[in-house]
């Protein structure tokens, strides 16, 4: 009778493995076009903080490689190029230098200048320092061990500087390149020089803000868009899906109102009829933001006119079809009637777009990772080496288990037999754990070596000096840290807003502590 009772209580509620099974919803799970799930992994949106586009009424846009997206070699490239004649004609560095070259490989974001030492150097989460170069060279274990180990990096201190920005990464790799070239010998080349780490960073430091900071560098962007731009077709329908979904749309970016309107015209005028300026697709437009400060200081909203000329210098509302500059976020949320976490924010700065806006504001945040997708379609092809690394490491632990086990049970049969004495059941015992013992061994020695070479081989596949960028070792980075911490959404590009629904509810993954895992 009891039995009867459970079926019809399981038939009455529905049993979680018969609703599982329904083949209508087996099919409406797995039908194509359901947003974002068709999506190869590099074009998804990915989830730290669940967020629900529907409560979201407002969507702001950084510029520069966040609508903008930069084909890094070639920029990386100039501004290397334009930071290097900068050190020389002005700051009197050697004209050999003129030699050294960029390698896009070389950097990543996420690195640590080390000023005090010339190095630089990658973290883990927690901040233990994995791999360091020294110039070009890599610093052996022992010598890395020895000025890290003992050590607490703290990033506030002068003497660190965070890679942080795709913008950083010429300054990064010049910084090393001249150090290379100044102190290694060369063939009938000068002596090597006595560098003083601190004073180069801070020179290449100075030269490259100028180099960004007086327009040149974007006078010679704005020569050849088209070279240093990509123009992502998708990006047009992904703003106007968004606008279709009841958003209101803004820009919010630190670039100046000139190189904004070249730059925005190039990628939208004229990309779909109904907006035939890049102006229609936004409700609000503030250049010169000078972010991070944006969010924590209290200067005006400027109004410019067409031109670009102040014509307000205090403006009391926020317009649309009006050009603005400058600006705060307390003046922003009162005047535009959109605050806290009916805000999404959509940025590739971790700090200035993500980090600073999340310690200041309830605005929810969207990191834009332009390396994402080359990570992504690397790991999906190495996708069994990878699982062979997670078994490697599953068994590593396992053995090591048992081989502390069999020394305990060796130390305890010694304690059990007095010295000298013989027992035939003891010795076997003995004779048999020292047996496995040796072969765990034989075993744990081929699986740390297979999983070295491995690892190796696969970190060096994406980059041969500092492998993935969100991970290192078996640890998150740093940097990947930082985007689990601080991102509520992260994806690699903004057109991939295209693919989801304007009222979608983006899921974060349950969270999980490792006594939860199996």
């Not at 047009?236 to 919010?252: C, E, N, Q, V, Y």
């Not at 200041?360 to 332009?370: A, G, H, I, Y």
């Not at 076997?428 to 491995?454: D, G, P, T």
Request: proline residues 5%; hydrophobic residues 35%.
């Amino acid at each position: 009778m009891s039995t009867d009772r459970s079926q019809n209580s399981a038939e009455t509620q529905g049993a979680p493995s018969d609703v599982l099974r329904d083949p209508e919803l087996h099919r409406l799970l797995h039908a194509p076009g359901l947003s974002g799930h068709d999506l190869s992994h590099a074009r998804q949106i990915y989830t730290n903080r669940a967020l629900r586009l529907d409560h979201i009424s407002m969507v702001g846009f950084d510029m520069d490689y966040t609508l903008a997206v930069y084909s890094m070699r070639h920029i990386e490239e100039l501004a290397f190029r334009m930071t290097l004649e900068r050190l020389i004609s002005k700051c009197g560095y050697p004209e050999h230098l003129q030699q050294i070259t960029y390698d896009h490989e070389f950097v990543i974001r996420g690195l640590v200048v080390d000023k005090d030492y010339g190095n630089l150097f990658k973290m883990d989460r927690h901040n233990y320092v994995g791999r360091c170069y020294h110039g070009r060279q890599l610093l052996p274990i022992e010598e890395r061990r020895a000025l890290y180990q003992n050590e607490k990096i703290r990033l506030s201190l002068p003497r660190f500087a965070w890679i942080d920005t795709l913008f950083s990464l010429p300054e990064a790799c010049l910084y090393a390149e001249i150090i290379e070239a100044l102190e290694r010998p060369q063939p009938n080349g000068p002596p090597p020089e006595k560098v003083d780490y601190h004073k180069l960073y801070d020179d290449v430091r100075a030269s490259i803000d100028e180099v960004h900071r007086d327009g040149s560098l974007k006078t010679e962007l704005k020569k050849d868009l088209a070279k240093y731009i990509l123009r992502d077709p998708e990006l047009a329908p992904a703003l106007h899906k968004l606008r279709s979904g009841g958003k209101k749309i803004f820009i919010l970016t630190n670039s100046l109102g000139d190189y904004t309107d070249a730059v925005m015209s190039y990628l939208l005028d004229g990309q779909l009829p109904e907006y035939p300026s890049w102006r229609n697709y936004f409700d609000l437009v503030i250049v010169g933001a000078q972010k991070p400060a944006f969010f924590n200081e209290s200067r005006p909203f400027l109004e410019l006119d067409a031109g670009g000329k102040v014509v307000n210098e205090k403006a009391t509302s926020l317009e649309r079809g009006k050009v603005y500059e400058g600006g705060n976020l307390f003046d922003f949320e009162r005047m535009s009637g959109h605050a806290g976490e009916a805000v999404l924010y959509v940025g590739d700065h971790i700090y200035g777009d993500i980090i600073r806006n999340r310690k200041s504001s309830l605005w929810r945040t969207c990191f834009v990772v332009q390396e994402l997708e080359r990570e992504i379609e690397y790991i999906d092809a190495h996708q069994p080496d990878i699982t062979r690394l997670r078994e490697l490491g599953h068994a590593r632990q396992r053995i090591d288990d048992l081989i502390n086990h069999l020394k305990l049970t060796l130390n305890a049969l010694d304690r059990a037999q007095p010295r000298g004495s013989t027992n035939p059941e003891v010795d076997a015992k003995r004779a048999k754990s020292k047996s496995e013992l040796e072969a765990l061994r034989r075993s744990l020695k081929q699986i740390v070596s297979e999983e070295q070479s491995l690892e190796e081989q696969v970190e060096r596949g994406m980059n041969r000096c500092w492998g993935l960028c969100f991970k290192e070792g078996n640890e998150n980075s740093r940097f990947g840290e930082q985007v689990s911490d601080y991102a509520d959404l992260y994806t690699s590009r903004v057109s991939n807003f295209l693919y989801y629904s304007p009222m979608q509810f983006f899921r974060s993954p349950r969270d999980t502590m490792p006594h939860e895992r199996r």
